[in-house]
């Protein structure tokens, strides 16, 4: 039987007796203020980030005083917990700097001249004046003109569903 097949059959179970898991990253809006909320919640199935470096990229949509806008973002996996989510992270892939979209490079050895501080690992850079961001430091701008690292998206896990629901409220300044 595959792990995959094992996990599928233990998160059933698990939900029969009412002992699916519930965990939140980042929190929404309400009892805290860093974050708010989305208009719509992203749903994506939890076996879309199965090994490390998995990615998957989404749109979601943001009221702000100036009308709704468009956030990029992805989710992507930073570890090797085959059976957790500690290590998903979801990150708004709109450069703080201004505004161009960063793309995820997992062969990023190129990008050494561009800061001291990149050693290979994979990375977000930013096309435009190549700011470069580091996913395992959730997102902090490491070389570049960046100002910050990549806002984050506050998401939650519920049994076998990943739902991403809000963004740090900081990126209203990058969106006015
Ligand atoms: S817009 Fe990304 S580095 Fe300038």
Same mark, same amino acid.
């Given at each position: 039987m ?5 996990? #599928?059959?233990?998160? *059933? +179970?698990?939900?029969?007796? =009412?002992?699916g898991?519930? *965990? ?7 009892a805290?203020?860093g974050?708010?909320d989305?208009?719509?919640a992203?749903?994506?199935?939890? *076996?879309?980030?199965?090994?490390r470096? /998995?990615?998957?990229?989404?749109? +979601? ?11 990029? =973002?992805?989710l992507?996996?930073?570890?090797? /917990?085959?059976? %957790?989510?500690?290590d998903?992270? +979801?990150?708004?892939t709109i450069?703080?700097? &201004?505004i161009?979209?960063? @793309?995820?490079?997992? @062969?990023?050895?190129?990008f050494?001249?561009? *800061? /001291? #501080?990149?050693? =290979? ?7 435009c ?7 395992? #430091?959730? %997102? &902090? +701008?490491?070389?570049?003109? #960046?100002p910050? =690292? ?5 998401f939650?896990?519920? /049994? ?12 209203? @300044?990058?969106?006015?």
């Open positions: 595959t792990l995959s097949r094992r996990r #599928a059959i233990l998160a *059933s +179970a698990l939900a029969f007796f =009412g002992l898991h519930k *965990s939140v990253r980042g929190a929404t809006s309400g805290h203020t974050f708010l989305l208009n719509n992203v749903s994506f199935p939890t *076996s879309v980030l199965n090994e470096w /998995d990615i998957v990229t989404f749109e +979601a949509t943001l009221s702000t005083p100036k009308g709704d806008k468009r956030l990029q =973002g992805a992507l996996k930073t570890g090797d /917990d085959v059976e %957790g989510i500690g998903v992270r +979801a990150f708004c450069c703080p700097h &201004e161009c979209h960063v @793309e995820f490079f997992q @062969e990023t050895e190129r050494r001249a561009i *800061s /001291d #501080a990149v050693s =290979g690992q994979p990375l977000f850079v930013c096309p004046h190549f700011s470069v961001f580091d996913p395992i #430091a959730e %997102g &902090e +701008a490491i070389g570049g003109p #960046a910050r =690292g990549l806002y984050a998206f506050a939650e896990v519920t /049994d076998n569903e990943i739902r991403v629901t809000g963004i740090e409220a900081g990126v209203l @300044e990058l969106l006015s």
